[in-house]
């Protein structure tokens, strides 16, 4: 099972509002995040799923909270009391693939171990409390995917 890890961080490294909000709308991106994810487990901090309001659609939506009692609304959401429960979650089901998609603690706990990470770089600074956690190059083989007018697309592989 591949581990996948997808953000957009801006040009100071935000990804985000303290209160889960993204800090930017840009219709693309947008369309890149669910072009990749489709099709495959999203994993997610629960404020990173209360910020989306409702499962993102054709992905099973994996919520990690620490809160024993937490429930969504939703039936076909699975909630896990952690990061590493969610991901044998996905190895029990026989995922091929999962995508860890946020927020920042879910991030800086998936960084040490994912098999690569699909990191858009956003062209302009943001508001926001959120940042990505700083990447150790050395671990990464990086090769650009894409390049729009607000954005560029990276895929890092973790050196072997």
């Given amino acids: 099972m591949i581990i996948s890890l997808i953000v957009a961080i ?7 509002k303290s209160n889960g909000e993204m800090s930017w709308h840009v219709k693309e ?9 489709l099709g495959f487990p999203i994993i997610m901090g629960r404020k990173t799923f209360e910020t989306l309001g409702k499962p993102l659609k054709g992905r099973l939506n994996i919520v990690v909270s620490k809160n024993q009692s937490y429930k969504t609304l939703f039936d076909d959401v699975v909630v896990e009391s952690s990061l590493d429960k969610a991901i044998e979650h996905c190895k029990n089901i026989n995922s091929e693939r999962i995508f860890i998609i946020g927020g920042g603690e879910i991030y800086r706990q998936a960084i040490a171990f994912v098999d690569e990470m699909i990191i858009t770089f956003m062209k302009f600074q943001a508001e926001g409390e959120v940042k990505f956690p700083k990447i150790n190059d050395g671990e990464w083989k990086r090769d650009k995917i894409k390049d ?13």
């Avoid at 801006?10 to 985000?16: D, L, S, W, Y």
């Avoid at 729009?148 to 050196?159: A, M």
């Fill in 10 to 16: 801006a040009q100071n490294g935000v990804i985000g």
């Fill in 29 to 37: 991106e947008f369309q890149h995040f669910k072009n990749t994810t």
């Fill in 148 to 160: 729009h007018e607000l954005f560029e697309i990276f895929r890092y592989l973790r050196k072997s």
